[in-house]
């Protein structure tokens, strides 16, 4: 189903109505209606005026979710210029802000994140993929621009985003149930069913249930296909006949979220909740460009299924006229993925024509000694858990001399294991004890966070403030057990592959020697269940303990506001933030240390035409120091260094206007220039000369531009209601610009994948709302825009073969809701 409109006359009809605005300046704050309603936000741990907040801050309400049709974090994401992300399927997606990207970041034991993801109070930031919350009876998201490693401390690096839910109330019972249908372009039918109820206990207490299901329709075709491997003649060829399959991506989302909040007296309330979400999708959601437009070929199964449950408990009350509030929570999420890795094979067999191609080098063979089929598929599961607690108390916020200040403790752990199969493996050739299993990742990382923090404002004027706050931050992140090939005992092929520098050569023996060196040794028993052994750790006094990195050290944050008028403030900030450091899985390779950003930042909010007219801005200036960088080295194995300095320019601004009733005119936009500072080597390298080592190469120029984030992003939406017989008519356009970036930081690596391509998507909708009803149909990427999200490869050697995660094509719907 498609449909045919001007796409010039669109855009620039869109575009004239922000004219207004100036320029690309455009991206802070945001309204629900009108610009003269107040926002009420708590980036600052308390509850204020957005327009009196001195941050970079966008926000979202419910209203402005619910009018932009916003149910995850790709629908909220394009709505906010200065974030960016990579992803290759739903669930498995990295946050960037302000360009602060190295790329590769996302892999279990890789970097950790450096934008925070909080729920309410909680922090649910995790290692391999933000958490996809579906978005329904939200209070609102608040995107915090900028280094935020006072209040909210790692991993909050260059931003953190806060998703707000809304309350149980006892002002009375209340529900909503809403409904949609759609159709996809080129794919299936889909839709949503979503309610909520709001029920008073008693005076004293209230419940608020909420549940969810969304059926997303597949657009991605996996066509028929063949591939051949060496040796030739007599080759293996194989085709993917049983798994072709029209609109294999589909997903399924659903799940449910309860509060409870019980005021025990005047001033204690405790607000304990749960949430419960279950995402299970099939197929791939990237297209092959040598296959075609939203076609892939695939040769083994592909699936995923990412469950997660939060219990979290917030006390608040009053210690004199102390505000003190306590928040702590745990989350338990399990994934479970299954993925061809045909590509792997394709890449490799051809790198090691040489030897006869892959089954020639890695010895692919059955028990009688037959050359198999070398293809591979992965079985990959991890288990993430994250206890987190802050207890913080505020000063009251009418003093001349206020202060925020608290403790906060968060230990996430990860049970990761990877099972790279290749059936019909012989039992000699597999990892020890697993037949079929080449290659084996049993580890568990553990990344321990403890820290104090605090902040000051003093009013030195009543139109000036000045701001400091530090924390003080102690990390200890741990990493042990198992990966890589197995360790025939009876003689060669030692290991099943042409290298003995992982797996079970490299496990530690009784002896505190790697039976490598101790070939007649006896293993220590694995440390993580599952493995044959254990070649990551440490081997003390007889034992084996973690891998282990930690350190200490100060974030700080100094601010200076002045509010000339009660409709103008003006602020200037200087900030740090930080990432901490880990360990590496390859036990060779050191382990990388913490990075830091400090930000420069001057900004302007301002409320204009007697509350017609919101218009925030600000300007920046980032200093990234020795950022950590991750990606898929030799044989496709992630490894992670500290590259060289980088400096990073931009500006973002926002406008929000009502120039007649029932119009409203929002635009944001962001400017980014992030460039290297230095040369980044090919082999670590301190002076960044890239002439340590002979083999050394310069993999990126100083000034070359960081990846993953445009220059330019941008956005507009325009909504127009009126009154129309018994009720109210709407008519709604959203348009939406990215510009294009680099793919990859290193030069050779992003020429192979190319760039991700720029694009501008367009949305219509128009709805009808009378009584406690509303309906409506829509339109989005009414141009069906094939907008590149991701570009990446599926190993470290397969970049001939590129993926291209691609945005939903052009899908019909209709919204049917209604409140009781």
């Known amino acids: 189903m498609g449909f045919r409109f001007s796409r010039r006359a669109v855009l620039l009809a869109s575009l004239s109505t922000t004219m207004l605005s100036p320029g690309a300046a455009m991206a802070q704050g945001a309204s629900d209606a009108g610009a003269d309603d107040e926002i009420i936000v708590t980036a600052q741990k308390r509850e204020e005026n957005l327009q009196n907040v001195p941050i970079s801050i966008q926000a979202l309400g419910t209203r402005k979710l619910d009018q932009l049709n916003v149910a995850n974090f790709q629908d909220f994401s394009k709505l ?16 960037y802000m302000r360009g602060v990207a190295s790329g590769g970041d996302g892999n279990h034991s890789g970097s950790l994140p450096s934008v925070g993801v909080y729920l309410d109070e909680q922090p649910v930031t995790t290692i391999g993929g933000t958490l996809d919350v579906h978005i329904y009876d939200i209070a ?55 309610g909520m109820i709001n029920a008073p206990l008693s005076e004293m207490a ?38 072709v399959e029209k609109d294999f991506n589909d997903a399924e989302i659903y799940g449910g979220r309860a509060a409870l909040k019980v005021d025990l007296d005047d001033n204690w309330t405790i607000t304990p909740t749960v949430l419960y979400q279950k995402q299970k999708s099939h197929g791939t959601f990237a297209q092959d460009p040598l296959v075609g437009d939203l076609q892939v070929q695939r040769f083994y199964p592909d699936s995923r299924s990412d469950k997660f449950i939060q219990a979290a408990l917030t006390i608040e009350g009053k210690l004199g006229n102390f505000d003190v509030t306590y928040a702590g929570a745990y989350l338990d999420r399990k994934t479970y993925q299954i993925n061809d890795y045909t590509d792997y094979a394709e890449a490799y067999d051809a790198l090691y024509a040489s030897y006869g191609g892959l089954a020639g080098y890695f010895y692919f063979q059955d028990n009688a000694g037959d050359t198999i089929d070398p293809r591979q598929y992965i079985i990959g599961t991890d288990h993430f858990r994250k206890l987190s607690q802050e207890l913080r108390i505020s000063s009251p916020q009418d003093s001349r001399f206020r202060v925020v200040a608290g403790l906060f403790f968060q230990r996430q752990s990860n049970e990761i294991h990877q099972d790279y199969i290749v059936p019909g493996l012989a039992d000699a050739l597999s990892v020890n004890g697993r037949p079929g299993t080449l290659w084996l990742t049993e580890q568990k990382r553990v990344d321990k966070d403890y820290a104090a923090f605090g902040e000051a404002s003093f009013d030195i004027t009543p139109t000036v403030t000045l701001t400091g706050g530090g924390r003080y931050y102690k990390y200890d992140n741990s990493l042990i057990g198992f990966f890589g090939f197995g360790r025939n005992p009876n003689g060669p092929p030692f290991n099943g592959a042409g290298s003995s520098r992982t797996g079970v050569a490299g496990c530690y023996t009784t002896t505190g020697a790697i039976l490598r060196d101790n070939p007649g040794g006896t293993l220590l028993p694995a440390e993580v269940e599952g493995g044959p052994c254990t070649n ?44 901490p450091g880990g360990i590496n899985r390859r036990a060779t390779i050191a382990p990388y ?22 218009l925030n801005a600000a300007v920046y200036l980032q200093n990234w120091k020795r950022f950590q960088f991750s990606f898929l080295g030799l044989n496709s194995f992630t490894e992670i260094h500290n590259g060289p300095n980088a400096r990073i320019k931009g500006i973002e601004a926002d406008i929000n206007i009502r120039p007649t009733d029932g119009l409203t005119i929002s635009a944001a936009a962001s400017y980014t220039d992030a460039k290297t500072r230095n040369n ?24 070359t531009r960081l990846p993953v984030t445009p220059k330019f992003n941008g956005n507009a939406t325009v909504r127009y209601a009126f009154p129309v017989g018994p009720g109210e008519l709407h008519l709604q356009s959203v348009i939406a610009h990215r510009g294009s970036a680099s793919s990859d930081i290193r030069v050779d690596v992003a020429n192979e994948l190319g760039r991700i391509r720029g694009s501008t998507t367009v949305d219509f909708a128009i709805g009808f709302d009378w009584s406690r009803y509303s309906f409506e149909l829509f339109l989005q990427n009414a141009f069906d825009e094939r907008a590149e999200l991701s570009r990446f490869s599926n190993c470290g050697q397969c970049n001939g073969r590129v993926q291209i995660l691609v945005n939903q094509p052009q899908t019909l719907g209709a919204r049917l809701g209604a409140k009781f």
């Not at 609102?140 to 931003?159: C, F, N």
């Open 536 to 579: 990551l750790a440490d081997y003390v006094n007889g034992k084996l303990v973690p891998k282990r990195t930690k350190d200490t050290g100060f974030t700080h944050r100094l601010n200076l506001t002045w509010k000339p008028s009660e409709d103008v403030l003006t602020y200037a900030t200087w900030s740090r933030g930080f990432r």
């Open 206 to 243: 209230a419940v608020r249930l909420v549940g969810w299901y969304q059926k997303d329709a597949g657009y991605i075709d996996n066509v028929p296909g063949t591939r051949s491997f060496l040796p030739t003649p007599g080759g293996i060829t194989v085709d993917n006949d049983a798994f």
């Open 593 to 614: 240390d913490a990075d830091f950003l400090t930000n420069y930042e001057l900004g302007i909010k301002t409320t204009l035409a007697d509350g017609m007219v919101r």
């Open 80 to 95: 906010l210029p200065s974030v960016s992300f990579q992803s290759s399927q739903p669930g498995v997606t990295t946050v």
């Open 680 to 703: 980044l080597c090919a082999i670590d390298d301190p002076t960044y000369q890239c002439t340590a080592d002979p083999d050394n190469s310069i993999a990126a120029p100083k000034g």
């Open 140 to 194: 609102r998201i608040e995107s915090l621009a900028g280094p935020q490693g006072t209040l909210y401390g790692a991993s909050s690096q260059a931003g953190t985003i806060r998703i707000i839910t809304n309350k149980p109330s006892t002002a009375g019972f209340e529900g909503r149930v809403d409904g949609e249908l759609n159709t996809i372009k080129h794919g299936g039918t889909g839709g949503r069913l979503e």
